[in-house]
């Protein structure tokens, strides 16, 4: 997508927006981009909205780019059939991959996604592969082939680890667990992840020795490989044409690649990163699942802290939530915490809520400091004689150019606009021959007003017309006589 940054981001403003919007493009999603009228969409629709609403919403996100008003029209007799059929939207591409891509992660966001080591295996094919190939001498198909079957495991592999590992750091910090998750953490988890970095160590070694073969033979495999839509564009000089690349054509993807799993002195792989990472969040999972699983101690549940607390408030009297809330969170009551009101700056006495009571007036002072004490000195009048000096010349200017405009309109309209007239000097026309008619009503036989010296007078003289010409076009008056004039 060609743009600004802000452009190619705007396609995701639905997503904060209200949920209506991602019904909208889910009636758009996988319709292999057909057109869609508002009311179609409404029909569509599992909610009340209206058209009115849809049409709006469609608008929004056609503004943000994930939808557009399809160009094709058709046959159409009348101007409101054409409307009527200008009216039809569809998804864009960008639309298209973007709900996709959203659709995807709100579903998947509470999944646990289990690792498949087997891509390792598949990785270590595609290297063998390539390391059986002459770099300078195979076909560079044979060669590009070789490069997409390492790379296209690698990148799911590092995708399903990365999101894995970040589940486990995420459930280090889980205090409100129930009995299922409890048993799935205890029982499953953490034995699952021993085995799985058993595994991954086992099957990282020989990639990281095969890589070590490959990596001095990167530069001719990138020369020699490039395949596919972008190299051909390259080779065209078509700068201005962006084509996603694919992973492996430039020695950066192999850098990255090769730190997944060859470390360095005083720099280890991300697998050894990885393994440390998990390592140190299931010590401390393990940690808090025997804290967890000790009852009647000090080291008791929360989860059943809070349970017992939600108790509470839903066998409590509504006047006894207040003070169970403030002894529980120091949540005092909602209420103006002060004297009585009355005065204009607080028109609601003590006793109305703060959820009907207007939003208090507090003063800085009082609000950051605690006292109403004025503090520092008094701000000197700011000096905008500047800005009243250019104010007053640009005013000056202006009226300069509306008097030539006004002579100009006075000299050719003295020999009966046969010159042709400027802009300015026709807006000045339009200026009086609007308030002229406007003075000549529906039943008048003429018409006349007088404007910063200038007489501008139309007389009804059916058959006949005034043509004014100018550098934008002829301006022609029907039925009138036109007269421009000075004002006495």
Not at 70 to 89: F, I, K, L
Not at 292 to 301: D, I, N
Not at 454 to 460: E, G, L, M, S
């Amino acid at each position: 997508m060609t743009g600004s940054a802000g452009v190619r981001t705007s396609v995701f403003a639905y997503v904060t927006e209200s949920p209506e919007y991602r019904e909208i493009l889910a009636v758009f999603a996988g319709t292999f981009f057909a057109e869609l009228t508002p009311a179609e969409v409404t029909a569509r629709l599992d909610s009340d909205l209206d058209e009115t609403t849809v049409t709006a919403r469609l608008e929004a996100l056609r503004g943000w780019g994930n939808l557009e008003v399809s160009a094709s029209v058709g046959q159409v007799g009348t101007v409101e059939d054409y409307y009527r059929r200008r009216n039809r939207y569809l998804i864009t591409r960008v639309g298209q991959e973007v709900h996709d891509l959203v659709e995807g992660v709100l579903a998947q966001v509470d999944d646990v996604r289990d690792v498949s080591l087997g891509r390792l295996d598949q990785l270590r094919a595609g290297l063998d592969l390539l390391v059986g190939l002459d770099a300078a001498t195979a076909p560079p198909d044979k060669l590009a082939e070789a490069v997409r079957a390492v790379f296209d495991p690698h990148v799911a592999f590092s995708a399903e680890i990365t999101q894995f590992f970040a589940a486990i750091n995420q459930w280090q910090s889980r205090f409100d667990l129930d009995e299922d998750e409890f048993a799935f953490f205890s029982e499953v988890l953490v034995g699952y992840v021993g085995e799985r970095l058993e595994a991954l160590r086992r099957r990282a070694r020989p990639l990281a020795s095969l890589l070590e073969t490959v990596l001095p033979r990167v530069p001719v495999i990138v020369e020699r490989a490039a395949d596919g839509l972008a190299a051909r564009v390259a080779a065209a000089g078509l700068s201005s044409v962006r084509v996603r690349r694919e992973p492996g054509a430039s020695v950066a993807d192999w850098d990255n690649l090769a730190s997944w799993f060859v470390g360095g002195a005083g720099r280890p792989s991300r697998i050894q990163v990885l393994e440390r990472d998990a390592v140190d969040a299931v010590r401390t999972l393990t940690q808090n699942l025997t804290r967890l699983s000790r009852t009647g101690t000090a080291g008791a549940s929360r989860r059943a802290d809070y349970l017992r607390l939600a108790l509470f408030f839903d066998r409590s009297a509504p006047s006894a939530t207040h003070e169970l809330a403030a002894a529980a969170f120091g949540l005092a009551g909602a209420r103006h915490l002060r004297g009585a009101g009355g005065d204009d700056t607080d028109p609601v006495d003590a006793s109305v809520s703060w959820w009907d009571a207007p939003t208090a007036q507090v003063p800085i002072s009082l609000r950051e400091r605690g006292d109403a004490t004025s503090r520092g000195r008094t701000s000197r009048v700011q000096d905008r004689s500047q800005e009243r000096r250019h104010l007053l010349a640009r005013r000056a200017e202006t009226e300069k150019r509306a008097a030539a405009a006004r002579a100009e309109l006075l000299e050719v309209g003295a020999d009966g606009f046969a010159a042709r007239l400027s802009e300015p000097a026709l807006r000045e026309l339009q200026r009086v021959l609007t308030r002229a008619v406007a003075d000549l009503g529906p039943a008048a036989a003429s018409g006349t007003v007088a404007l910063d010296g200038v007489r501008c007078t139309v007389v009804r003289a059916p058959g006949t017309s005034t043509t004014v010409p100018t550098h934008a076009g002829a301006l022609r008056v029907r039925d009138l006589t036109l007269t421009v004039e000075p004002a006495p």
